[in-house]
């Protein structure tokens, strides 16, 4: 079993930055695909950012390239996710998801792959 628990979110103006963490109990983070999706109000749950086991390839959402970038510290069991440029659109509940093992390329954008989830951290971005 894992648990992940989010921090790091708040308010910001548009252009401003945030740093999300995502901290997971258990010894095989590093084995872990990690991954953050978002939720805006009234919208399903969309992928952002996912960090592969192994290769520790990491990819991303057209909307979210050059502006977010997700990292992880495999000694801290911690997954980050460092959001620049940040835009009114950005708002959302921002979700860790994790996967024990590899997720085919294909399949890391959603949803279903991922085994635990934490209960969400609130990002809003002001105009």
């Known amino acids: 079993q894992v648990q992940l628990v989010e921090s790091g979110g708040g308010l910001v103006q548009a252009g401003g930055s945030l740093r999300l963490s995502c901290t997971a109990s258990g010894r095989t983070f590093r084995s872990n695909t990690m991954a953050w999706f978002r939720q805006a109000p009234g919208k399903e749950r969309e992928f952002v950012a996912a960090?592969?086991?192994?290769?520790?390839?990491?990819n991303y959402v057209d909307s979210v390239k050059g502006r977010f970038y997700i990292s992880r510290d495999n000694a801290k069991n911690t997954l980050y996710l460092q959001m620049n440029s940040l835009q009114p659109e950005d708002t959302a509940v921002y979700y860790c998801?994790?996967?024990?093992?590899?997720?085919?390329?294909?399949?890391?954008?959603?949803?279903?792959?991922?085994?635990?989830w934490g209960q969400g951290t609130q990002v809003t971005v002001s105009s």
């Open positions: 960090s592969r086991s192994g290769t520790g390839n990491t």
């Open positions: 998801a994790a996967k024990g093992g590899s997720i085919i390329l294909s399949m890391l954008s959603y949803s279903g792959p991922y085994d635990y």
